[in-house]
């Protein structure tokens, strides 16, 4: 389980799916629990901030804010899984989101 997958799973949110670029992150999540998705982007920042250091890595690596949009229905919800999975593709980095490591995907497109 990775830093995410365990996040979510301690905060009662149910990861949709997420793909980390090299200047963002793009998840779906969806709350099942008390905790909002404030709570889940604060504890993400702040995990893996530390985790980051512990890397030496000594600079911020978030912005101060986030975006975030209701998704309200399941075109809504394979429209925006096929848009952040294929972020990579659209930036150059692979030629087929499958390729790209650093996205994952729970539910079938």
Same mark, same amino acid.
């Given at each position: 389980?990775?830093i %995410?997958?365990?996040?979510?799973?301690? *905060?009662?949110? $149910? &990861?949709?799916?997420?793909?980390?670029m090299?200047?963002?992150?793009h #998840? =779906? +999540?969806?709350?099942?629990?008390?905790?909002?998705?404030i709570? %889940?982007?604060?504890?993400?920042?702040?995990?893996?901030? #530390?985790a980051?250091?512990?890397y030496?890595?000594?600079?911020?690596?978030?912005?101060?804010?986030?975006? $975030?949009?209701?998704?309200r229905?399941?075109? *809504? &919800? %394979?429209?925006?899984?096929?848009? =952040? #999975?294929?972020?990579? +593709?659209?930036?150059?980095l692979?030629?087929d989101?499958?390729?790209?490591?650093?996205?994952?995907?729970?539910? $079938?497109?």
């Amino acid at each position: 389980m990775n830093i %995410l997958e365990k996040i979510c799973s301690e *905060g009662n949110f $149910d &990861l949709i799916a997420y793909c980390f670029m090299p200047d963002h992150i793009h #998840l =779906i +999540v969806s709350s099942s629990g008390t905790n909002s998705i404030i709570d %889940l982007v604060r504890i993400v920042k702040s995990k893996t901030t #530390l985790a980051s250091y512990k890397y030496g890595f000594e600079r911020k690596i978030f912005q101060p804010r986030f975006f $975030d949009r209701f998704i309200r229905n399941s075109e *809504g &919800l %394979l429209k925006e899984v096929t848009y =952040i #999975l294929n972020n990579p +593709v659209r930036k150059g980095l692979v030629d087929d989101y499958r390729n790209y490591p650093y996205s994952k995907c729970y539910i $079938d497109i």
